[in-house]
């Protein structure tokens, strides 16, 4: 069984910063895919940033600039650093990884998700 658990939300500031963390676990052979998605009241979910086993990371538009992802493949946790956090980043935000067990199943896996207010 896979799990992934975030933690790091909380109320900030517009202007101000937040680390989101995500640690998965459980029968985990590899890791393809990590990434961070949220969803804002009342609108759909979307992606916010992602980054494979390679190192290559992708980011929302809206975010560039601002956010940063990382790995820890060992620890398999992936961090999610948010500068200059503005009322538009409120959101749930959702950690997701694309993953092969290992029991050779792969799949989508998603955690709970940890919510983010900006507001002053």
């Known amino acids: 069984q896979v799990q992934l658990v975030e933690s790091g939300g909380g109320l900030v500031q517009p202007g101000g910063s937040l680390t989101l963390s995500c640690a998965a676990s459980?029968?985990?052979?590899?890791?393809?895919?990590m990434a961070w998605y949220r969803q804002a009241p009342g609108e759909q979910r979307e992606l916010v940033a992602s980054?494979?086993?390679?190192?290559?990371?992708d980011y929302a538009d809206s975010v560039k600039g601002r956010f940063t992802i990382s790995i820890h493949d060992t620890q398999r946790t992936t961090s999610l650093q948010m500068n200059s956090l503005t009322p538009e980043d409120t959101g749930v935000y959702y950690c997701?990884?694309?993953?092969?067990?290992?029991?050779?199943?792969?799949?989508?896996?998603w955690g709970k998700g940890t919510l983010v207010t900006v507001s002053s």
């Open positions: 459980g029968n985990i052979f590899s890791i393809n895919v």
């Open positions: 980054m494979t086993d390679d190192g290559s990371s």
């Open positions: 997701f990884a694309d993953l092969e067990t290992k029991y050779s199943e792969s799949g989508d896996y």
